[in-house]
Every structure is written in C-alpha cells, then in structure tokens.
C-alpha cells in the first residue's frame, strides 16, 4: 500500500462507525493500513465527540500556560487535547437531540482530524504524505469541504507543496441550522472557509446528489454545490434518483446505493487508497443497475380519460431539490443521468442511436440485449421503446 496517501472518513448526523450498512462506515473498515482516520457524526448515541473547539478556545485563553504564539494550531490542541481527556464529562459532547439539529460537533471533527493529521506528519516511521481522501456522507460530507479549507488554512500545503486532496460526498448537507459557521479567527477555532467553495487544495471533487428529498425535509435537507474558488481541480456531480439516505447505504435490494459504493471505492483507489473489500462493479453491471434503479423509482400512472392507458413514468426530481441538483437528463424518459447515457452508449451504440432517432429496436437488438442486458430490456420494455 502507498504509506503516501492518508484516507479520511466522515459519518453523518446521528451515524457512526459501527453503521457499516452505510458506505462511509463499511468502506472505512474496508480502508487497508493504519493511515486511515474516521469521524462520528453529531448527536450519535454511540460515540462521544470530543469538545475539541471548546477546548482549543480555553487553551487560548488561559494566560502564561497557553503555548507560545509561534506554535501553530496542530501544536495548540496537541497541547490541549491529552489535559481534556482526563475530565470526560467536559471533553465530550452531550447526545441530545439538539446536537443532531444543529449539526454541534462538526467543527471539532475538524479540530481533532487537524491534529491527527498533525501527528502523520510528524512520524518518523513513514514518509510525508502527499495525498488526503476525504469521503464523508450528509454533514459528514460537508465536513469534508470544511476540513480541506482548514487544511489549507493550517498551512499543510506549504509544508508539502505537491499535497493534493481529493472529497468524495454522498449527498453534502449543512442542515439548517448548522455548525459550519466561520465564526471566529482560524488560530483560536480551527474555523475557515465556506461550504460553498472548494479549498484550492483540493485536486478532485465528486459528489452523489439525491433527487428526491421532498417535503419538509427537503427544505431542511438543502444539497450544497461547491465550486472551486480558483478556479482549478475537477469537479464531478452524479445525481441519482432516492432519498438522503439512498445514495448512502449500500444494501443489495438498493441499485442506487450499489452504484453510489463502487463509485466511491473507484475514485479512492484511483487516488491511491487500497481496500480489502472492494465493491467494484464493471460498466455493464452499473447499466443494469441503473435500469433496476429507473425501475425502482419510477411508477405506472394512468393517463387520459378514454381508455386510462397506464404509462410509466421517471421519477421527477423534488420541487427544492430540482434547481440545486443539475441533471441535463431530468426529463428523459430513460436515462437517470449522463453517466448512464454515455456508459450505454459506449456499450451499446446501435441501440443507443436508434433510440436517440426513434428508431425501433430490431430483433438483433433484443436478442443482444437479452444476453447482456436483461434489466436493462426490461426497462426499455417499461418505458416503450421495445414494444
């Protein structure tokens, strides 16, 4: 395994690592080598979240036995951190509901994820790390664009001027109210940046967005869209049919949750995180996956008042999720998204043009499909191009 590349989880509000029929919990302890760190979400009933900020604040202030001003913010809480812990109950956060509403407990995710990372720098059994993975899930994931600005801000790209991080984000959610305030200056709260940009420090950045979070939820579940203020990096955002939670866990009845794992195992490994277990799936198998998925969130209405013809119908994106979430293919009746479209059009060319010029399927075609591709025929069937 590369010893140069470090690997960051983050769970979402009320989850935590023992959640492993979640993709950020499974494909941690799925992560090989001990470079390798995870954060539980605020407000879990399972693992306390140590009041990093709060401490951190009082260190600041606590006269001649604060650290001396040129010590940096790693070596701060370094100082700080091992004295709270031997108090538990002022070291670590309350489980009250409140802390999942608010999202408390986020920013000192990024405080202690600080010092971890301060630590891996430090060591003298490994080299520098010259890459960071950060994959996060709901507020866990938004953690992640806030924990790349204060890596920024922590000066580490100095120190390692080829350091490039990489977010993977299940479905980044601040919440309404939310911990992810830049209030106060970097030294004194390890607060920096906005969830709505992208720390120059980031190389690539992919997101799976959820389309159907509707309702009162939706207007709390709001999806953020960060771009990169500098305006380098890649950016990749594949929305998805389902809910928050959908794009999240990995269940085998869920081909949203199926593709959403093997996209994020694809993308660490890429950038040089090894696993044990790796959920790979082929590009023939995400085709099939993604029929099972237009199957699964669509639904047979009835149209006209004659002869109540059923017709099937995609599932749209919800009222306050549509103008956040950008699907060029929203109002297609076949493909979810254009990562869909262009893997069967490279698989399936002929069929792929005949259905772009409403040309009918030949026989030919069905009995390829039918060898390869039967979810996916199927689906063509259910939604009319194969009559």
Not at 39 to 49: F, L, V
Not at 59 to 75: F, I, K, M, Y
Not at 182 to 204: I, M, W, Y
Not at 274 to 298: N, P, T, W
Request: a positive charge.
């Amino acid at each position: 395994m590369d010893p140069t590349v470090v690997t960051i989880y983050s769970c979402g509000t009320a989850f935590h690592r023992d959640r492993i029929d979640f993709s950020v919990p499974f494909t941690w302890r799925a992560t090989k080598g001990d470079r390798v760190w995870i954060n539980d979400g605020p407000g879990n009933t399972t693992h306390h979240i140590l009041k990093a900020e709060k401490i951190l604040k009082k260190v600041e202030s606590s006269g001649p036995q604060a650290p001396s001003s040129d010590q940096n913010l790693g070596q701060k809480i370094g100082n700080a951190i091992p004295n709270a812990l031997t108090n538990r109950a002022m070291s670590t956060h309350n489980t009250w509901s409140g802390k999942q509403l608010t999202g408390v407990g986020t920013q000192d995710n990024i405080i202690v994820t600080l010092q971890w990372l301060w630590m891996e720098y430090h060591r003298t059994d490994k080299p520098k790390f010259r890459t960071i993975n950060l994959v996060g899930w709901s507020r866990g994931a938004v953690t992640c664009i806030m924990l790349a600005h204060a890596i920024e801000a922590a000066g580490f790209r100095g120190l390692l001027p080829n350091l490039k991080v990489n977010i993977f984000a299940f479905d980044p959610v601040p919440g309404g109210l939310n911990d992810f305030q830049n209030n106060g200056d970097f030294q004194k709260t390890g607060r920096a940046g906005t969830v709505h940009t992208l720390s120059p420090c980031v190389n690539e950045y992919h997101a799976i967005l959820a389309e159907n979070v509707g309702g009162a939820k939706g207007l709390v579940f709001k999806c953020v869209s960060p771009n990169f203020s500098n305006g380098g990096g890649t950016k990749i955002e594949t929305p998805m049919p389902g809910g928050h939670s959908t794009v999240a866990n990995h269940d085998q009845n869920n081909p949203v949750g199926k593709i959403g794992i093997a996209l994020c195992h694809e993308f660490l490994t890429k950038h040089g995180t090894e696993l044990h277990v790796h959920k790979k799936l082929s590009e023939q198998q995400m085709i099939d996956l993604y029929a099972d998925a237009l199957l699964e969130h669509g639904e047979f209405k009835k149209k006209g008042w004659i002869n109540r013809k059923k017709v099937f119908e995609k599932s749209t994106a919800a009222k306050v999720r549509a103008p956040l979430v950008r699907n060029d293919l929203r109002t297609h009746d076949f493909f979810i998204n254009q990562h869909h479209a262009d893997l069967f059009a490279k698989h399936l060319p002929t069929v792929f043009t005949k259905m772009a010029t409403d040309t009918p399927l030949d026989q030919a075609d069905q009995n390829k499909l039918l060898s390869s591709f039967g979810r996916t025929w199927d689906a063509l069937r259910t939604t009319g191009y194969i009559q």
